[in-house]
């Protein structure tokens, strides 16, 4: 086990640490240079796994910048920007972040539980109760699942919208996080009842009535669950976030997880990195949903197939993928995707790219990503200091 590639995650770590939290990048590119949700509870999660007091302090001042600037309707800042002359705050850009609001939520309750810290939850509450109401709001149908637009989460150039698996996974995650803390049987039942309605929609041969039941009988099930639906169908693409979550949360049986794991595992070997790529396959100019991708990018085209979300891959998607994988005690191939991990952030003198090409294995982005940093961490400590993220 060479320290070498876990102490310059660290150090990158310390380099994005800053007065008000994690910025996205140590590089000054764009708006890279911010605090970000996602981005910086991800970073948090790292920190707490690392158990380094400096960037514990870190995580604990990004989920206070958060808060400081919730919307009064209760969204969660995507990004926020804050220097000595001004802030500013965004909420998202073509769409609103629905995902920023969830990570939110699990970042505040796993900081109070990996901190022995309940009394920080309580000092979140109003905030907390805020975002979940929100969340009730986004269902629009009050069905139980939200309904997220195009570019409303991560994958924000990509092509997933309606009924985003991704999302409804962190919005239980959300829910279970909270729950642990002020044991609501109300919240209790909606867990139990989002987890029925994700089950019922996105798995094969479920019982229950369906959101779209001419939609769903009219899918090819694959080996992973698809990774969003609306009132147009669904989209079949392999989300390896999603379905690395949906493993790591339980959903569905362990026959479930186990074909998850097996089918994002051979990807993965089968690409010149060893990593599982983000979105698969790629969609080219001659598939159905190019001319949807293509126009959904507010500067410049990024998703040309085999990069960005059309088919790259991330080290931070991999990492967890890699907590899949240590939660279903399957540690040669989490080593594995560790080391590919590692590899991809060592490439040009340790530059942490946010993605690469799946096809050349050339990297993308930015570098000096936080989050790329941020897996090999969390994955690093999950094998070899039994490091568990609650869910």
């Not at 995650?9 to 007065?19: A, G």
């Not at 870190?58 to 206070?64: I, R, S």
């Not at 637009?149 to 924000?156: H, I, K, Q, V």
């Not at 909606?190 to 369906?210: D, Y």
Request: glycine content about 6%.
């Amino acid at each position: 086990m060479e320290t070498i590639y876990y102490d310059k995650s660290i150090e990158l770590l310390h380099k994005v640490s800053t007065p008000k939290g994690f910025l996205a990048s140590a590089e000054n590119t764009s708006n890279y240079q911010r605090v970000w949700a996602r981005d910086g509870v991800i970073c948090g999660l790292a920190a707490l796994a690392s158990d380094d007091h400096k960037l514990i302090e870190t995580f604990k001042k990004t989920l206070e910048t958060l808060a400081e600037n919730q919307h009064e309707i209760g969204t969660i800042p995507s990004n926020v920007l804050v220097s000595n002359d001004k802030t500013e705050v965004s909420y998202g850009g073509l769409a609103g972040r629905v995902d920023a609001v969830t990570w939110f939520v699990i970042g505040v309750c796993q900081f109070a539980y990996h901190t022995n810290d309940d009394s920080f939850v309580l000092q979140y509450k109003n905030e907390i109760e805020k975002a979940l109401k929100l969340l009730d709001a986004w269902e629009f149908n009050n069905k139980h699942l939200m309904y997220v637009p195009l570019s409303g989460n991560w994958a924000d150039e990509y092509i997933t919208d309606g009924y985003v698996l991704y999302d409804q996974l962190l919005r239980i995650w959300a829910l279970k996080s909270y729950n642990y803390f002020v044991k609501s049987d109300s919240i209790s039942n909606k867990i139990k009842t989002i987890t029925k309605q994700v089950e019922v929609n996105f798995l094969p041969n479920a019982i229950g009535e369906k959101f779209h039941e001419r939609a769903y009988n009219e899918l090819i099930f694959q080996e992973y669950l698809p990774c969003s639906f609306s009132p147009s169908g669904y989209k079949t693409q392999f989300d390896a976030f999603a379905n690395s979550l949906a493993a790591l949360m339980g959903i569905g049986t362990n026959e479930t997880h186990e074909k998850i794991i097996n089918h994002a595992y051979d990807l993965a070997s089968s690409t010149k990195l060893g990593l599982v790529p983000a979105f698969w396959p790629p969609i080219f100019k001659s598939d159905e949903h190019w001319n949807l991708l293509k126009d959904n990018c507010k500067y410049e085209f990024r998703n040309f197939p085999y990069q960005f979300h059309n088919g790259g891959s991330w080290s931070m998607v991999n990492g967890f993928f890699g907590l899949a994988l240590v939660s279903k005690s399957q540690k040669d191939k989490a080593e594995t995707i560790l080391r590919q991990i590692n590899e991809a952030n060592a490439l040009v003198d340790f530059s942490f790219y946010e993605n690469f090409n799946t096809n050349t294995s050339e990297p993308n982005g930015v570098p000096f990503c936080a989050w790329s940093a941020a897996a090999a961490i969390l994955v690093h400590q999950a094998l070899y200091k039994n490091f568990k993220i609650v869910f």
